[in-house]
């Protein structure tokens, strides 16, 4: 069994208040979790209102498998939302 775990910092300029990031991360996490079938939440940073810090886990019987899975949420996040991605943190259990 191998995990593949993501904490993806983004910054969402744009945002004013906490309300509207959190309108911003909750479309991120239903629309991963929907396409991907993996587990993603908001994992720290939850009271400053332009950095969101995701984390998603997958689980699967390759390292490779689960590499692959981590590309496509990362690249899924890119094109689905205008949010910079400041920091990519990636390990395989």
């Not at 979790?33 to 940073?45: C, D, G, L, Q, Y």
């Not at 995701?54 to 949010?83: P, Q, R």
Request: hydrophobic content about 50%; charged content about 25%.
């Amino acid at each position: 069994m191998q995990i593949g775990v993501l904490e993806i910092r983004l910054y969402i300029p744009w945002s004013h208040s906490l309300k509207e990031k959190r309108m911003v991360v909750k479309s991120i996490v239903a629309k991963v979790r929907h396409v991907f079938n993996v587990s993603v939440a908001e994992i720290a940073e939850q009271d400053i209102h332009q950095v969101a810090v995701l984390g998603v886990a997958c689980v699967s019987d390759a390292a490779s498998h689960a590499d692959s899975i981590l590309d496509h949420v990362l690249d899924f996040i890119e094109e689905n939302t205008e949010a910079q991605m400041v920091d990519v943190q990636r390990e395989i259990r």
